[in-house]
């Protein structure tokens, strides 16, 4: 939250920073009427992660984090591409999305 509005960090919809949340679904649909979504604690990131997880600690999430990650650097390999392009500091798709103002 800032101040009284969500934001949203997701860096496959813009990975140059935040957006507030009106923004974050505008990307995804025309017609709200369409959709529906949870907003739901920030310790809860993953898809089985339940909305009312009540945690203080980071430590699980950066070590699924890494997890995640080695997943993802194995796959891209099998699939002879190069990770550290596809998952470095300048990924192939940080150059779709113009720098926004937040």
């Known amino acids: 939250m800032v101040g009284q509005q ?3 960090f997701d860096p496959a919809i813009n990975p140059s920073g935040p957006m507030y ?3 974050w679904i505008a990307t995804m649909t025309t017609d709200l009427k369409t959709v529906s979504f949870s907003i ?3 310790t809860s990131y993953a ?3 339940p909305c009312s997880v009540d945690s203080t600690s980071n430590e699980p999430a950066l070590d699924h984090q ?3 990650l080695d997943y993802e650097w ?3 390999s099998d699939m002879k591409r190069d990770p550290s392009k596809e998952l470095g500091d300048s990924p192939p798709w ?9």
């Open 6 to 8: 969500p934001v949203i």
């Open 40 to 42: 739901c604690k920030s």
């Open 21 to 23: 949340l009106k923004d």
């Open 66 to 68: 890494m997890m995640y």
């Open 94 to 102: 940080s150059q779709r999305y113009q720098s926004r103002q937040f």
């Open 47 to 49: 898809p089985s992660s």
């Open 74 to 76: 194995n796959r891209i």
